[in-house]
């Protein structure tokens, strides 16, 4: 993780603003009424049994998962107790804020706003390098204890969805899009968004000026 002391007003407002459009976005996507990622079904389930709304659960489940944080020996940061606190009550705005859509072509584009909405979210708040959320850390966790990454991502995944579309979760054409397109624009996104510690322009451009030097025998290239 970043330092604090590293441009903190900078890396304050990346972070808030991701945690805003994360929460929206997901509010987009429920409004929607296509489905929902797997996080939010399993969500929406548990909101369906204890009655509490969307951004409640959400808040709920976070900081569920920050206690196991501990037994798999990850440090949470600044950005993962504020994302733990801040995505359910923007969560909860947006729902209360944005229409339902009746028209079907305007739920698909609430669809797309939201998968594009949520790279552009995680690009801010984990570029910003004040920590992972709480189910990043569940999943770094797993891979630290030797599960493989992808292994820990589709395990952790499939587990909540499944477990949610039980409880009542809405499951869809959104879930499908959602778990199939975040992966690319995440990739496009968070190196583009992320907010370099000082100093580490210069470090990566170093082995390209020395480069320039004359070659020595025996040195490699």
Known sequence: MTSLKDRPGQRSTRLVLGLALYGMSLALLVKADLGTDPWTVFTQGLSQITGLSLGQTTIVISLALLTLWGPLRQRPG????ANAVLVGPFLDLGIA??????????????????????????????????????????????????????????????????????LGGHVGLATVVFAAGIGPLVGYTLPRLTLHAK??????????????????RGTRG
């Not at 600044?78 to 107790?81: A, D, Q, W």
């Not at 100093?199 to 020595?216: I, L």
Request: hydrophobic share 45%; charged share 15%; net charge positive.
């Open 78 to 81: 600044v950005g993962t107790v």
């Open 97 to 166: 804020w944005v229409p339902a859509p009746d028209q079907w072509g305007v739920r698909v584009v609430f669809l797309a706003m939201a998968v594009a909405g949520v790279a552009i979210a995680t690009g801010l708040y984990v570029g910003a390098g004040w920590g992972p959320g709480p189910r990043d850390g569940l999943m770094t966790g797993l891979t630290q204890l030797g599960v493989p990454l992808i292994a820990a991502r589709a395990g952790i995944e499939v587990t909540v969805l499944v477990v949610g579309w039980l």
């Open 199 to 216: 100093g580490h322009r210069e470090q990566t451009t170093e082995p390209t000026t020395s480069r320039t030097r004359p070659r020595c």
